[in-house]
């Protein structure tokens, strides 16, 4: 098995992701982040907050699967960088889009950008490739 065949500028399909209140404390806690903005409301309004949001842990592991999911079973992910935007609070809806950058011997590249409805939340470009031996 391989990477799906793509060229520079293939889009993936876009995934929207429903955020709860449930979602963004399980992500956080199962990061261990224990940042108390992450799951008590009372402190991410002290804190400036209108109430808890997503950790950075979480949303890096919403990206990889992101690419996990499109790039099949076989696809190990080789580097990721990313910047986050707006926050993701619960109620939020974020849209992740995708756009091949850079098609190397057997690597791709993807901008990912995840989207909610006050604007940017994470902009990521992610390395991905097959198991070691495979071929693109």
Do not use: C
């Not at 409301?41 to 919403?62: H, V």
């Not at 989207?115 to 097959?130: D, I, L, S, Y």
């Amino acid at each position: 098995m391989s990477l799906p065949p793509v060229v520079v500028g293939t889009e993936l399909p876009a995934l929207d992701l429903p955020l709860d209140r449930s979602t963004i404390v399980a992500t956080a806690l199962a990061s261990q982040d224990f940042e108390d903005v992450h799951h008590d409301p009372g402190a991410a309004e002290k804190r400036g907050t209108p109430d808890i949001f997503m950790s950075i842990n979480s949303t890096n592991g919403f990206v990889d699967r992101y690419i996990t999911d499109w790039a099949g079973p076989t696809a190990r992910i080789r580097r990721v960088a990313l910047r986050l935007g707006v926050p993701n609070f619960p109620g939020d809806i974020m849209r992740l889009t995708g756009t091949v950058t850079r098609v190397d011997a057997g690597a791709v590249t993807v901008e990912v950008l995840g989207r909610n409805a006050r604007g940017t939340h994470v902009t990521a470009e992610v390395t991905v490739a097959p198991y070691e031996g495979q071929t693109r």
